[in-house]
């Protein structure tokens, strides 16, 4: 059995006098491994308490690089990191925590050529990633290669916890056979997160590696659990294995990650760029509101950011009224739509584009973009 040494018996003092971990448990800790791809805000959390509670490996997964916009819920990283590798400023923060671990750093993208090299040699995988292609991956993986898969979601006030993959319960896809259209599903840089609500799920997940590593209570298997902050609410629904399932069902249709790699892709295929000839550049708009062009500024993001900052003249229309709210637009009246990034006003052109629209543009870069080359009184977020 693997033993700890004076320093590690008084740091983990607190847990040794638990009857239901001790010095077994906490040596079984020691000998575990966690993979956890997403090094943001549920990531933090998951990674801090998992350091600080002594799995002897920890391997982090993330290509991003720290921004000051995170460090409103990204807790493991710090001013002084930004522009850094999430990973590697994670590293420092989770050495610095717990020296009597080791961690392994992977600046790169968990996807299905690099899936397998990854993630080998961990026990299991957490899920702290807000993306749905890397989530599909993630569960198909630890379907195909019998690895529990800690699930956590988060968006705005509201959060999900659960455990795929098991041999007793259900994997994502037994609840979720297909991902949102990507309109649907925006990410929290784009619909926002209340900072504290990543450090409540990333805690739980957190709890429910340690649960399944020393095989205490009742894990979230079979059940997902969901969670809102606005009224502190939880409750727990009962979940069950699909036998259609494409993956873990009783005739899989998906037997390797290339066939993820294939669904992935299609996915991800609804958020290419559009054509250029769709989108104008902030000068470009600059110059058609100062020659009174016959134009109409049309602002997709929630009410509540044009607060922050907004072009002169737009009006905002939320997304999901486009379509009825256009079936009667002036054709010859050139739309400009407009959003944060030009991300959601992307994909609102294409909508109205694909709808019979063609006279309908998406601003490059949105408001941001804006704000850095046309007026710099108005805030970048």
């Not at 004076?6 to 009857?19: A, F, G, K, N, T």
């Not at 609500?197 to 739980?204: D, Q």
């Not at 104008?280 to 509540?304: A, S």
Request: include cysteine; charge should be negative; glycine fraction near 8%.
């Amino acid at each position: 059995m693997t033993t700890l040494n004076q320093e590690e018996i008084l740091r983990y003092s607190r847990h040794l006098m638990i009857p239901e971990v001790g010095l077994s448990g906490q040596a079984k800790l020691k000998q575990s491994s966690v993979l956890i791809v997403g090094t943001g805000g549920l990531g933090s959390p998951i990674s801090l308490y998992l350091a600080a509670a002594g799995v002897g490996r920890l391997g982090l997964v993330d290509d991003d690089l720290v921004d000051s916009s995170n460090l409103q819920r990204q807790i493991v990283h710090g001013s002084s990191t930004v522009g850094m590798p999430k990973v590697i400023s994670a590293k420092q923060r989770l050495s610095d925590l717990n020296p009597y671990i080791n961690i392994e750093v992977f600046h790169e993208r968990f996807d299905s050529l690099s899936a397998e090299r990854i993630g080998n040699g961990y026990d299991l995988i957490v899920d702290g990633t807000d993306n749905f292609s890397t989530r599909y991956l993630i569960n198909d993986y630890c379907v195909l290669r019998k690895k529990p898969y800690i699930f956590g979601s988060i968006f705005r006030f509201e959060g999900q916890v659960s455990i795929f993959a098991s041999n007793e319960g259900p994997c994502y896809r037994c609840i979720f056979p297909e991902p949102p259209p990507a309109e649907l599903a925006p990410t929290c840089g784009e619909g926002g997160v209340f900072g504290v609500l990543p450090g409540i799920i990333g805690a739980m997940q957190a709890a429910e590696v340690i649960k399944i590593l020393l095989g205490l209570g009742s894990p979230l298997i079979g059940k997902l659990l969901l969670y809102d902050a606005l009224d502190q609410s939880m409750q727990s629904i009962k979940i069950k294995k699909n036998p259609n399932c494409k993956v873990c069902g009783d005739n899989p249709q998906i037997q390797s990650l290339e066939e993820t790699q294939i669904f992935c892709a299609l996915h991800e295929a609804t958020e290419q760029p559009i054509p250029i000839e769709w989108a104008v550049t902030p000068h470009y708009l600059e110059e058609m509101i100062k020659n009174n062009q016959k134009i109409r500024i049309v602002d997709v993001r929630e009410t509540v950011e044009s607060e922050i900052a907004r072009i002169p003249g737009s009006e905002s229309i939320p997304f999901e009224r486009l379509l009825s709210l256009f079936e009667n637009q002036d054709t010859s009246q050139k739309v400009v739509f407009i959003c944060r990034t030009g991300i959601r006003s992307m994909r609102a052109v294409r909508l109205l584009r694909q709808a019979g629209q063609s006279n309908v543009f998406n601003l490059s870069g949105g408001t941001n973009a804006w704000a850095r080359d046309v007026d710099p009184t108005q805030f970048i977020y």
